[in-house]
């Protein structure tokens, strides 16, 4: 009679499992093709994709005297860099995530609003609305010969532009304390968006404006925090206790005091920890301040770009010391199409403490040799990372013709769980 009633117990365990596989398998197909509508309007019940990449558009148009060679559009290497940031937005159509962190300096050189459309936009447009940017140096500073336009470009391409009483565009002349006066006028930018806040002060005279673009969301699981690194423009430069600064490290820390998520993620531009063996000064350094928040506060990871190259550190903690315990990973990934550079393991500009072979003894996988994106999948607990290339850069004649770095981790938790 048990074996009996065993058998009738696993028989219908049995059944309800091929219920649920059934149930799943419909749901999901459901989910794909619900009134017929493909990614990414569909919802695929399955732990959330993030796709990360930054250093992406090629500026469009003729070089400009003075210019660094190989970074336009035209030019000798116009069709690798056209080919190189149409690969990797191809890389991110395939994958179909759910949301894309971009990691700053989106358009070369310094992120005009026409260069935005005539480059960036015509690739990396297609799925713009699924986009999370953050800024980088070529949306705010002087770049190779080109003069600045202090993010007006980058907020006025992701937030809109404001207009005149006539329907027209409303413009400025942009100006700020490094750049000068910009040539070209630009847009002037909704006050809020998809890139954050943006504030006109002396009644937008003359381009004066204040690009905060800083802002947090959940995706799943995770509580995501894009931040600007670019100070050296804003009110107080890069100091921590700078007007413009100190209040982006304000708006941090309250924002982790609020945050409960088990996994927390955090990306801007220049990183603190550099696989180029060259850290931006002073934007690498000052996101020390950075570090030290979201390590108090538990924080899982960081992404950045600036180096053109990809690069995966072990655990860290802000001053560079391995923590398997705590530490936060730091990824780089500034392959979105722009000219690659080199991973240097030797010297000592790999970290502000000045660590000899910093990045021998901490850098867990590396490549400058591949255009490519960051597929992150975060499930509740933890997150699996998946770099793959997507096309080998033509320079590189010898070695593999493919990329790829997998791996999995577990979360260590927020430091104020509820």
Known sequence: MKMTQDRFRVALLMGAAASVLAF?????????????????????????????????????GTEPSGEKAGENCSGDTAQNLNQSQAAT???????????????????????????????????YGAFKFIQRPAPGNHE?????????????????YYNGFQHNADGSMMTTTVSNSLNGTSPTPQPVPRADGQAGHFEEVNNGLNGDGVGD??????????????????????????????????????????????????????????PTFSAANSIAVPEGPTAVAFWDLLYQYGADLVLNGHDHLYARYRPLDPNGNSDPRKGIR????????????????????SDPGGHANFNAENLEASTGEFWGVMKLTLNPNGYAWDYESALKDPAQTTGPSKYSDKGVAACHGPSNRW
């Not at 080109?146 to 006025?156: D, E, H, M, Q, R």
């Not at 209040?247 to 005091?257: C, F, M, R, T």
């Open 24 to 60: 799943a398998a419909g749901a999901s197909a459901q989910n794909q093709n619900s009134n017929g509508n493909p990614w990414p309007y569909n919802k695929v019940q399955r732990s959330p994709v993030l796709a990360a990449v930054g250093d992406v558009a090629c500026q469009p």
């Open 330 to 349: 730091e990824f780089i990934i500034g392959t979105g199409g722009e000219t690659l550079d080199t991973v240097v393991t030797t010297g000592t500009s």
């Open 140 to 156: 705010f500073y002087n770049e190779h010969g080109a003069i600045g336009v202090a993010g007006y470009g980058y907020f006025s």
């Open 89 to 123: 937005a191809q890389q991110i159509e395939n994958m179909q995530p759910d949301l894309v962190a971009i990691l700053g300096d989106e358009q070369y050189q310094v992120g005009n609003y026409s260069d935005f459309e005539n480059s960036f936009d015509l690739t």
């Open 213 to 270: 673009g800083w802002y947090s969301y959940n995706l799943g699981s995770w509580h995501l925090i894009s931040l600007n690194i670019e100070c050296e423009t804003q009110p107080g430069g890069c100091s921590t206790t700078g007007s413009w600064f100190a209040s982006e490290l304000a708006w941090l820390k309250k924002d982790l005091e609020a945050n409960h998520s088990q996994c927390t993620l955090a990306y801007w531009h220049q």
